[in-house]
């Protein structure tokens, strides 16, 4: 059976850090694209990231870019989405998919991913 299982959500103040990790299951990292996405309370779905498992590309959203950072343990099957300076409008629920497709998918709200995990909290108070 596939899984993703996120964790390291919390409530951090504004300008701090939270290092997200996505464990997955049941399946080779190798072959998908893991992305890290996020929704807030009324708001769709927005694509944060993502990494290739089979060149390890990476893709960041302009809210992310320079502030996240996408890594994979290949041998742990986890991805990690470190996030620095980050700002209340940061706070949403981030879930983890995985998928065949490549950025664009992400970059797209993630319709056409495969798997999802659950999701974990992250509120960052100003």
């Known amino acids: 059976e596939m899984q993703l299982v996120e964790s390291g959500g919390g409530l951090v103040q504004a300008g701090g850090s939270l290092r997200l990790s996505c464990l997955a299951s049941?399946?080779?990292?190798?072959?998908?694209?893991i992305g890290w996405f996020r929704q807030a309370p009324g708001k769709e779905r927005e694509g944060v990231s993502c990494?290739?498992?089979?060149?390890?590309?990476?893709y960041y959203a302009d809210s992310a870019q320079g502030r996240f950072t996408i890594s994979s343990d290949n041998a742990k099957n986890t991805v990690y989405l470190q996030m620095n300076s980050l700002k209340p409008e940061d706070t949403a629920v981030y879930y983890c998919?995985?998928?065949?497709?490549?950025?664009?998918?992400?970059?797209?709200?993630?319709?056409?991913?495969?798997?999802w995990g659950k999701g974990t909290l992250v509120t960052v108070s100003s």
């Open positions: 998919a995985a998928g065949l497709g490549d950025f664009t998918v992400v970059a797209g709200g993630g319709y056409g991913m495969d798997y």
């Open positions: 049941g399946f080779t990292f190798d072959d998908y694209t």
């Open positions: 990494i290739s498992g089979s060149d390890g590309s990476k």
